[in-house]
């Protein structure tokens, strides 16, 4: 990037939108998303623009900001990751704000990504000591969106929905509500699996079925697992991950008592197959 910020943080974006575990109703949207990209010049035509606000809620670590990444990756544009932390630090939020969005409109086919919007645009009906600071961020980012360069893309992510300010809340035209994990853990082991490695399934159907029937970790969650995984491997000189490994590591992470090779209720007897 030719004009580095300091309010920018670096992030990979080598991200295949494949590669994101989404719903169904979340994938129509991002399809509905990136087709009106490519339609953007014959759009412009008639007086219209691509959707160009998304705003992303829900719980934390259920893909959000790996979304985003992706949508830049898949749209070839430049990812502008906002430090909240940093912007919200000095004192001197709006003219902050100010300076990301001169950055992006500067550079141009930009996703200007503000995760933990709702600490710089909640509800300005609250009343604290910091309800002047906010209430100026909040309009720096009003004035800001409204010339922000229509080649550029703002996305807006917050794990506390009711927080925001409904003024702001209404400049979105594109809202994605993520949920913990619909699929099975093994639908996402695959996902988050590098291509490069052999998944040998070799946990026994009544394991699964314990561990899968509890599930509770977030889609950030069971791509650490999977990846603590593929380092073993590496580390053992083989690029073959066990299921059954990987299923003893999600059960410590949700703590769950299921016992491997006993004659309890729990017992694995192995089976394999390689996919």
């Not at 990756?73 to 709006?94: H, Q, R, W």
């Not at 500067?106 to 710089?120: G, P």
């Not at 609250?126 to 550029?152: H, Y």
């Not at 699996?193 to 977030?218: A, C, G, M, N, Y």
């Amino acid at each position: 990037m030719e004009d580095k910020n300091q309010l920018f943080m670096d992030v990979e974006t080598g991200i295949s939108l494949s590669s994101v575990i989404l719903s169904e109703e979340n994938r129509e949207k991002i399809a509905e998303f990136t087709r009106e990209y490519k339609y953007g010049k014959r759009f412009k035509a008639y007086g219209l623009d691509p959707m160009n606000r998304l705003l992303f809620f829900g719980a934390s670590g259920t893909g959000k900001t790996y979304l985003a990444k992706a949508l830049a990756n898949d749209l070839g544009f430049t990812m502008l990751y906002v430090d909240i932390a940093k912007s919200l630090s000095d004192g001197n939020v709006a003219k902050n704000i100010s300076e990301i969005f001169e950055t992006a409109n500067r550079l141009k086919k930009c996703i200007l990504f503000f995760d933990e919007a709702d600490s710089i645009a909640w509800n300005r009906d609250s009343i604290t000591s910091e309800s002047g600071v906010v209430r100026r961020a909040t309009n720096s980012i009003f004035q800001s969106l409204d010339q922000m360069d229509v080649s550029n893309v703002f996305i807006a992510a917050t794990n506390m929905l009711h927080r925001l300010d409904p003024a702001f809340e209404r400049r979105f035209n594109l809202k994605l509500e993520f949920r913990r994990p619909e699929e099975t853990f093994k639908a996402s082991i695959k996902k988050f699996k590098h291509k490069d490695f052999v998944l040998l399934d070799d946990v026994d159907k009544t394991v699964q079925d314990i561990v899968e029937r509890r599930k509770t970790l977030s889609y950030y969650e069971i791509k650490g697992v999977v990846e603590r995984a593929m380092k073993r491997a590496i580390m053992n000189e083989t690029n073959i991950i066990k299921t059954s490994d990987i299923y003893k590591d999600l059960a410590i992470a949700m703590r769950i008592k299921v016992k491997f090779g006993t004659d309890s209720d729990d017992e694995v007897t192995f089976k394999s197959s390689i996919f």
